[in-house]
């Protein structure tokens, strides 16, 4: 099992919000970084550090940390948006790092 | 332009050594804060980490995989390379390399190589 835990499966109906989690210890102390990956492609980075977009990630992704939960949002899903997440962070002993086993968005 | 791609064998045999390189470019492997790692994802499963080399040679390994692991970096070529020993069926997935950037208090894998399919079989 992994350090880091995703619900695995998470639905949202277009245009609305939806939230998907990251529990794990190490999050108390490094933020999470989020990923996604679509059918027969690699995975993509969507967030990092504290809320942080790479060029080209849309507004409507946004990340956010509380104790040991990080969360990504996307405000307004879109059809494109139907994914599978991960997020990855450091492992217990902060010495490598860890996905969780993310999490399939649908969005109906 | 960042690109990564890995190379190697697509099949090999349980108990033998997987050796997989990965050719980038657009980036050097000298510049702080720049590491290049693998992780790889069996057929229908999640990602797994397995390994990072950072500019000034250190090496981080997946606690599960260490004994079996080895990184290494030729940063005038720019390749960095994953032994893998002890090959078994359970180990079939798609091997991504990955530039990550590693923060005081985070780290992003920004970019991805396409990722190579390999099938341990007999």
């Known amino acids: 099992s992994s350090e880091l835990t995703q619900d695995p499966a998470v639905s949202v109906a277009l245009g609305q919000t939806v939230r998907i989690t990251c529990q794990g210890d190490?999050?108390?102390?490094?933020?999470a970084s989020w990923y996604q990956q679509k059918p027969g492609q690699a995975p993509v980075l969507v967030i990092y550090?504290?809320?942080n977009r790479p060029s080209g990630i849309p507004d409507r992704f946004s990340g956010s940390s509380s104790g040991n939960t990080a969360s990504l949002t996307i405000t307004g899903a879109q059809a494109e948006d139907e994914a599978d997440y991960y997020c990855?962070?450091?492992?217990?002993?902060?010495?490598?790092?860890?996905f969780g086993g993310g999490t399939k968005l649908t969005v109906l | 332009q960042i690109t990564l791609k890995e190379s190697g064998p697509t099949l090999v045999k349980p108990t033998q050594t997987l050796t997989l390189t990965c050719t980038f470019s657009g980036f050097s492997l000298s510049t702080s804060g720049v590491g290049v790692g693998w992780i790889r994802q069996p057929p229908g499963k999640a990602l797994e980490w397995l390994a990072l080399?950072?500019?000034?040679?250190?090496?981080r390994y997946s606690p599960s995989l260490k004994s079996r692991l080895t990184i290494t970096k030729d940063t005038s070529k720019n390749q960095v390379v994953l032994t893998m020993t002890n090959m078994d069926p359970v180990d079939t997935a798609t091997y991504y390399c990955a530039h990550q950037h590693t923060y005081y208090d985070s780290s992003a894998i920004d970019y991805w190589g396409q990722g190579t399919l390999v099938t341990v079989s007999s």
């Open positions: 990855n962070s450091r492992d217990s002993s902060g010495k490598g790092w860890v």
């Open positions: 550090g504290k809320n």
């Open positions: 190490s999050l108390r102390s490094y933020y």
């Open positions: 080399i950072y500019w000034d040679d250190d090496k």
